[in-house]
T-cell receptor, first 116, second 109 residues
């Protein structure tokens, strides 16, 4: 099956602890994205990456870090500097190549992160 | 940056009714998507519609790019249509989608 896999579905973090959320896609998409959703709100962009070994900050990057060492993987680390990490985190991917019109983003099923 | 506004914020329907959800955006866009978020949080792609009209079963969408709005039509609504509907737009020359705050739809049996 082609798709985007996020793991784990539920994650608990202790105070002062870093945690890493996994996002893997086998769609051969170039671009990958991380969004945060708070209750009753829309999605806000944390980071995105259009090619391997390159990524850009989104609107709410403080307290988060990412890496893009492989095309199919885009892990998100929620660091201890993120003071309010409890949220629903969604990963997405899309075809995004220079010279072609933007293509739709496809989403994983999300990870719910809570503070212990 | 681009602003994306959705209306209404909440909508309650009786099963079988029709509805129209609206999305206004503040700048020219080259990507507009409609999503349905189910009660489990899954975000389902409904339409990729930067312009024109598309139909998929009981759902259809129209984007009038020159007037900066998009409409999502739901006909003969079912209880399984309940959830939150999001519109998201991407401005020309930008890499990311901007989401509206959503319309929460509740369909009663």
């Amino acid at each position: 099956d082609g798709g985007i896999t996020q793991s784990p579905k539920y994650l608990f973090r202790k105070e002062g602890q870093n945690v890493t959320l996994s996002c893997e896609q086998n769609l051969n998409h170039d671009a990958m994205y991380w969004y945060r959703q708070d209750p009753g709100q829309g999605l806000r962009l944390i980071y995105y990456s259009q090619i391997v070994n390159d990524f850009q900050k989104g609107d709410i990057a403080e307290g988060y870090s990412v890496s893009r060492e492989k095309k199919e993987s885009f892990p998100l680390t929620v660091t201890s500097a993120q003071k309010n990490p409890t949220a629903f985190y969604l990963c997405a991917s899309s075809i995004d190549r220079r010279g072609i019109i933007p293509q739709p983003q496809h989403f994983g099923d999300g990870t719910r992160l809570s503070i212990l | 940056g681009i602003q994306v506004e959705q209306s209404p914020p909440d909508l309650i329907l009786q099963e079988g009714a029709n509805s129209t959800l609206r999305c206004n955006f503040s700048d020219s866009v080259n990507n507009l998507q409609w999503f349905h978020q189910n009660p489990w949080g899954q975000l389902i792609n409904l339409f990729y519609i930067p312009s024109g009209t598309k139909q998929n079963g009981r759902l259809s969408a129209t984007t009038v790019a020159t007037e900066r709005y998009s409409l999502l039509y739901i006909s003969s609504s079912q209880t399984t249509d309940s959830g939150v509907y999001f519109c998201a737009a991407r401005r020309i020359s930008q890499g990311n989608l901007i989401f509206g705050k959503g319309t929460k739809l509740s369909v009663k049996p």
